[in-house]
């Protein structure tokens, strides 16, 4: 079967029930695995970066900067990619553009220029981006509606196995197995073999995409949707709410991981090396996959809003704990947001676009725009972290996953606004 028809959009595929898309679903997800594992790189690349060419927290931020605005800057014209060449040219796309961003660490290395790793990591990015525009819509559509979260936690358990091993392999790559020798201590050169690596991994992948065949999922053209037609997105408040829970929870999530070497670094909670550091991060991914296999079970029981309700809540509770503890409390009660951070991203992304018919397309490329979060939250992040310390900073994210709770607790009612102006019951 050929690719998705590039003049239609999808709908999740409720009368197919009984066709097979375990090969499909197990192509895409191991893309989830490996962007996974590429995000999470940044997270032990900062503090090297950062060491390498003496910066500031807010300076070091730039590295997340530069990486997640991509994804405001690349969405929409990812998702009108997607629409007009298909989910499978997506995804090609997306993967010989990362494999680029991957190549051009080795000029940065070279000639030694920080505005060139943010470059290159800007190109990456980008690639990422197309990625998820493709493969987030298109696993969603792979099976009934109503376990569509199911199937992207399960997809996103993948990609924490990413963000678990990431850290780790990080960490032993860019610091060696006994820290940052001194002779390297001012040059970035251990920074090319890991993405070298990285490009011919995406490069291969891309040869395999090549020659799969992707099945069409049922879908609707605006004129033949009957739910959808005649409406606009901003008359979906569950989207329009939802947009902004995922700029949230992609800075929350980023921000926490982001600091967490130099936190560990702190003298008042653990005094760590960084290559100890970098490596217990893998811990804070490594929860998000464990939650994220749990979710996958759970969320065909319980509804979306409330396990995202409960989550949040929880999320909050650590981090007031983590903020006012030190030692090993601190320590422990900040990395076990890892498992409540596991079923938010698919959980708001696929009850954001509940119910969207011929504008989900278009709904998913919104929400991958938010994802800008991760640009701008680590970034005031770390000018509360550069003027108040790392500690206090953390009450950023705080106030992310505030809102979170807020959207979960109102998303019944906000997604029966849009119910009501499109005529459903």
Same mark, same amino acid.
């Given at each position: 079967m050929s690719e998705i028809n590039t003049n239609q959009t999808y709908v999740a595929a409720s009368n197919d029930e009984n066709k097979n898309y375990a090969l499909p679903l197990a192509a895409m997800t191991t893309l989830f695995f490996l962007w996974g594992f590429i995000t999470v790189l940044n997270d032990v690349l900062i503090p090297r970066l950062k060491g390498v060419f003496d910066l500031s927290y807010t300076e070091a931020m730039m590295i997340q900067f530069c990486f997640f605005s991509a994804y405001f800057v690349i969405s929409l014209p990812a998702g009108a990619l997607v629409k007009k060449f298909g989910y499978k040219n997506g995804v090609l796309s997306g993967l010989l553009i990362a494999s680029a961003g991957c190549l051009l660490f080795y000029p940065a290395v070279v000639v030694h220029e920080f505005w060139l790793f943010l470059g290159a990591l800007f190109v990456l990015a980008s690639g990422i981006t197309i990625l998820q525009v493709s493969a987030n819509p298109y696993v969603a559509a792979l099976g009934p509606a109503k376990t569509a979260s199911s199937r992207l936690n399960l997809a996103q358990a993948l990609n924490s196995l990413g963000t678990t091993i990431g850290p780790y392999v990080g960490a032993m790559l860019l610091f060696g197995a006994a820290g940052t020798l001194a002779a390297d201590a001012g040059t970035a050169d251990n920074v090319k073999v890991p993405y070298l690596m990285l490009a011919a991994a995406l490069l291969t992948i891309a040869v395999v995409f090549a020659f799969l065949k992707l099945p069409t999922i049922a879908a609707h053209s605006e004129e033949q949707d009957c739910v959808a037609k005649g409406h606009t997105l901003t008359e979906a408040p569950h989207l329009m709410f939802g947009v902004a829970a995922i700029f949230c929870y992609v800075g929350g999530e980023v921000a926490i991981g982001s600091f967490l070497v130099n936190y560990f670094g702190q003298a008042n909670i653990a005094g760590l090396e960084e290559h100890a550091a970098a490596k217990l991060i893998a811990y804070y991914w490594g929860g998000a996959m464990v939650g994220r296999f749990i979710g $996958? =079970?759970?969320?065909?029981?319980?509804?979306? $809003? +409330?396990?995202?309700? #409960? +989550?949040? *809540?929880? *999320? !909050? =509770? @650590? @981090? !007031? *704990?983590? &903020?006012?503890?030190?030692?090993? !409390? =601190? &320590?422990?009660?900040?990395?076990? !947001?890892? @498992? #409540? +951070?596991?079923i938010m991203f698919p959980t708001i992304f696929s009850i954001a676009i509940d119910g969207l018919g011929s504008l989900t397309s278009k709904g998913s490329g919104w929400l991958c725009l938010a994802i800008v979060g991760g640009a701008l939250v680590p970034l005031l992040q770390g000018v509360i972290a550069d003027s108040a310390g790392i500690q206090l900073s953390f009450v950023i994210p705080l106030i992310c996953y505030v809102y979170i709770a807020w959207y979960a607790k109102s998303y019944v009612k906000l997604h029966s606004i849009w119910n009501e102006k499109v005529g459903l019951k």
């Open positions: $996958s =079970a759970a969320l065909q029981k319980v509804l979306p $809003s +409330n396990a995202l309700l #409960f +989550n949040a *809540i929880c *999320i !909050i =509770a @650590l @981090l !007031i *704990i983590s &903020m006012n503890t030190s030692g090993n !409390i =601190a &320590m422990y009660s900040v990395l076990a !947001i890892g @498992l #409540f +951070n596991s």
